[in-house]
């Protein structure tokens, strides 16, 4: 046997000294990385946050800062209305204060709401829509389920303890407060509702030879406008005498798409998230419109731009837009985005958006909606319940709905004096503008024939397909492309991938693709951790066993 010398022993021992350290030590480093990892994935984003419960009374003994998430469309008067009623909530709860961030668009917040979700700096409450919530709950235990505040006794709906005139549950509109209820929960609580209109310029469609019935079929709509494209020799159109018509454009054509559909009683969604649009109605439908498109019948608002300024210039005869978008539509609107010296006088009418079947109407119900953000503290989500409720007080539910063709919420505001006041004026000043009276007037008639589509996680995306497609075939003919049944098959392949829609084998049968957006920073985090986890377990498995081969 050889003896080793002191001077090689050394030598060899200082080789394997940080092997042997490495071994010793890695169990230590593996339980490290696991908590650190353990650690981020809870501190970033709420996917582990406990469920919100109702404090048995609101602290007033403590400060609360609350944020506060709104939209609106650089209208001054809604940003005052906002601002006075955060002054008012915080004239009665001294110990809150609720600072507002703006944004020109839902889908600004949504965005946003969807990146500070993996950083859990999510605002307090917020201005938003059903489809995306379902987006928002992803993550588990962010937005709070709303069922017990509602009912509760104290600080509930119409509640012992409010320090403000409220309404109950039961003064809430019941189909707006049921748009807001899902997966078996309420999310939110409406705010404001709007349906789309028909604004007609009701001066040439008699001046085209026809009479302007109370609901208009798509039939009667596709005929005028195809009457409206005729030009003489110079390229002049006869009804207008101008060098531009286009009789019918459409602001939202996700909302023509699904309102399409619904009155035809065909495939959109099922409850369950199971998507059916991509379908042979649907076909025939973007079949039909593509035909208009072609004739330059009709157009877009992604296309050409605002349906009111080709209205108010005499260039549209059929504008649909939105009931809270009236104060724009018509030659005497009080929000005009055209030079005076372009604007035609002419008479506005204002009607359901057409029909399939004029017997029984069927109108989509939109506008925003609040929720309610799930935070560490209890009190600070029943001090943002109680903002949340104050802004379906009547003061701001009228003063809001004055500003635009929406209608309040609940049958308190909608029954009060000052409302019905507002809503019969014949003053017809900017306040009392008819076409906005007469948008109001259409869903207050029509909250029955409204209707909402299914929300569940992949709702938003499958609403923007369903626009996309009538965008899709509207641009192609445009360009001179050939829409037939390759073309159809095609784009549906296209939207099916873009939308994320093609989670199933069936086209009629899709179910709901992700919208679950990225991966929040912690579960990143946590994924990369146990990879690394694992490859170090791994190795050291290797190198033990290598050891103990040696020593055999």
Known sequence: MRVESEELRVKRERREAPKMALSHRLPTLLLVLVLLALTLSGCHGSRGRAGFEVPEAFDTSRRYEITFWAKNDTNKTQTEIYKKAIAGFEALYPNVTVTMKLYTDYSRIYNDVITNISTDTTPNVCITYPDHIATYMTGDNVVVPLDGLIDDARYGLGG????????????????????????????????????????????????????????????????????????????????????????????????????????????????????LILNDTTKELLFEIARHAKSGAFSTFKISSYPANFLNAGQCIFAVDSTAGATWMGSDAPLLDISPENIVQFETAVRPVPQFDPEHLQMISQGPSVCVFNKADPQEVLASWLFTQYLLTNDVQIAYSQTEGYVPVTSKAQDSDTYQEYL??????????????????????????????????????????????????????????????????????????????????????????GDLGPLPTGSRVLLIALVVIWLLLGAHAVSEKVKARKRR
Not at 165 to 172: A, F, I, L, S, Y
Not at 485 to 510: F, P, T, V
């Open 160 to 275: 012992s303890e409010l320090l403000f005139d409220g309404p109950t549950r039961d003064e809430v509109i019941p189909q707006f407060m049921e748009e807001c209820a899902f997966s078996g929960h309420s999310y939110a609580l409406p705010y404001m509702r709007s349906t789309e209109a028909l604004y007609i310029n009701k001066t040439y469609v008699e001046a085209l030879g026809y009479e302007l019935p109370d609901v208009l079929t798509w039939d009667f709509v596709w005929e005028v406008s195809e009457a409206a494209t005729a030009k003489d020799a110079n390229g002049v159109f006869a009804v207008n005498g101008q060098k531009v018509m286009i009789p019918f454009i459409y602001k939202s054509t996700d909302n023509m798409m699904i309102q399409m559909l619904r009155q035809l009683d065909a495939g959109y969604s099922t409850e369950a998230g199971e998507i």
């Open 424 to 513: 019969n004026s014949d003053a017809g000043d900017e306040l009392h503008y008819p076409v906005k009276l007469q948008a109001a007037r259409l869903l207050l008639d029509n909250t029955e024939n409204t209707f909402t589509t299914p929300v569940f996680n992949g709702s938003a995306s499958l609403r923007d397909a369903a626009g996309q497609l009538i965008e899709n075939v509207t641009k192609s003919v445009r360009r001179k492309q050939t829409v037939d049944d390759a073309y159809i098959d095609k784009l549906y392949e296209d939207i099916a991938s873009l939308y994320r829609l093609n989670q199933s084998s069936g086209r009629s049968g899709m179910t709901s693709g």
